[in-house]
């Protein structure tokens, strides 16, 4: 017999109807990733080490870690007489203690550089440039699941011959540098796979265009001359204000595909700009768009994972860029699952079996 006050306090619900079954908890991004044989992560930065909940999320939601800053040559090497690892090796820490497999984010950019790596003369560059792989690569070697050796080697707004992008390791060494990163890296650290990153790859604006051909073309040249290249990064930092043919974006791939590459989705979001204020139709266009690129992506084979750039809008980069809070990533301020997370998982579930590929052995 039911009891008047479990009645009106509502326990009698659970009595009466049997036990409430709980909601079944979704699955993770990286579990739904887990069923086709990919791996799904995040940029993860110092916010992660500072904010528990933030920390949680990573947890929870990913099965791989790129550092967003942290290895990055400018926060590394502050001073030209001066090493700082604290920053990449807490990341590091956290990478271990969670059990998950961290990315590189990047040995040799030229973008981003320090004012006093500019400053020096070419043949100084070229020291550091060796020495600076040296030292980290050999401080890290064996612990890292992969390099971004080379990111972004193309800009043609630069104006250089061949669109390359313009910088110190250019000026100093010429496109020679994209091989001797690489063959210098391999020669160090014998089980990270080796990426070369690039951005912009996925659009049909003039940029996208321009940089798909150069980026093909440069990786031929690597495989020919017998480089130690593994992965191909597309960046996909989705701009759905320009044109794009997302399928037409699986076949080019495929072309690094058949040279027996993995690719990497490496800094996936969807810049929101274009879409309306309106929250909820924005988080809808964003899903729409999320979804037609990573069904077309994802069927291709060779594609092993993908990573956004951050989990949670509070930490996008487009915060710097947008007139408003932006709604670029899975998760929003508060850390909730939005319509692009349902369209990520749908994407996973519905993308063809691969298997992971193995560590680099020399
Ligand atoms: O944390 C410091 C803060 O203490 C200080 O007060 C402030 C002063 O400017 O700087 C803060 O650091 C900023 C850092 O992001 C925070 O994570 C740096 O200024 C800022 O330059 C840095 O920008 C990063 C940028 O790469 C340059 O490294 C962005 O977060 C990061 O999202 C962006 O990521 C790039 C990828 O590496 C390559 N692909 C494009 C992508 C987006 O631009």
Redesign the pocket.
């Known amino acids: 017999m039911i009891s008047r006050r479990a009645l009106l306090t509502g326990a009698g619900v659970a009595l009466a109807a049997g036990p409430l079954r709980a909601a079944p908890t979704p699955l993770s991004l990286a579990d739904s990733a887990k069923g086709a044989g990919l791996l799904y992560g995040a940029?993860i930065?110092?916010?992660a080490l500072d904010d528990p909940a933030y920390a949680a999320l990573y947890r929870r939601q990913t099965s791989i870690l790129t550092t967003?800053?942290a290895l990055?040559f400018?926060?590394l090497r502050p001073t030209p007489d001066r090493f700082d690892f604290s920053y990449a090796d807490a990341i590091l820490g956290f990478a271990l203690d969670s059990g998950k497999p961290l990315r590189g984010?990047?040995l040799i950019?030229n973008?981003?550089a320090p004012d006093w790596l500019k400053r020096l003369p070419g043949r100084e560059v070229e020291r550091i440039f060796d020495d600076h792989i040296e030292r980290v690569v050999s401080r890290y070697a064996g612990k890292l699941y992969a390099w971004d050796v080379v990111?972004?080697p193309f800009w043609p707004l630069d104006g250089k011959s061949g669109g390359w992008r313009d910088g110190p390791w250019f000026a100093a060494m010429g496109p020679s540098y994209v091989e001797r990163a690489f063959r210098r890296v391999a020669a160090i650290d014998k089980t990270g796979r080796l990426a070369l990153?690039e951005?912009q790859c996925d659009n049909d604006h003039d940029w996208g265009k321009s940089i798909r051909p150069l980026l093909a073309g440069l990786v031929e040249r690597l495989l020919d001359a017998g480089a130690p290249l593994d992965t191909v990064g597309l960046?996909s930092?989705l701009q759905p204000q320009w044109p794009a043919d997302y399928p037409a974006f699986a076949h080019y791939i495929e072309g690094f595909a058949a040279r027996g590459l993995t690719v990497s989705i490496?800094?996936f979001d969807v810049n929101d700009s274009v879409f309306p204020d309106d929250v909820a139709a924005r988080d809808r266009a964003v899903a729409a768009t999320g979804a037609t690129f990573l069904n077309a992506v994802l069927a291709v084979p060779a594609v092993d994972m993908v990573v956004n750039?951050?989990l949670s809008d509070r930490?996008?980069?487009y915060r710097?860029l947008s007139r408003r809070p932006p709604r670029v990533l899975p998760f929003d301020d508060a850390d909730r699952a939005k319509p692009l997370a349902s369209a990520m998982t749908a994407a996973f579930a519905a993308a063809p079996p691969r298997r992971l590929p193995a560590p680099r052995r020399q």
């Open positions: 940029s930065g110092q916010e967003d800053v990055k400018d926060w984010h990047t950019w973008d981003r990111n972004e990153n951005a960046q930092h490496t800094e750039w951050q930490y996008s980069w710097e």
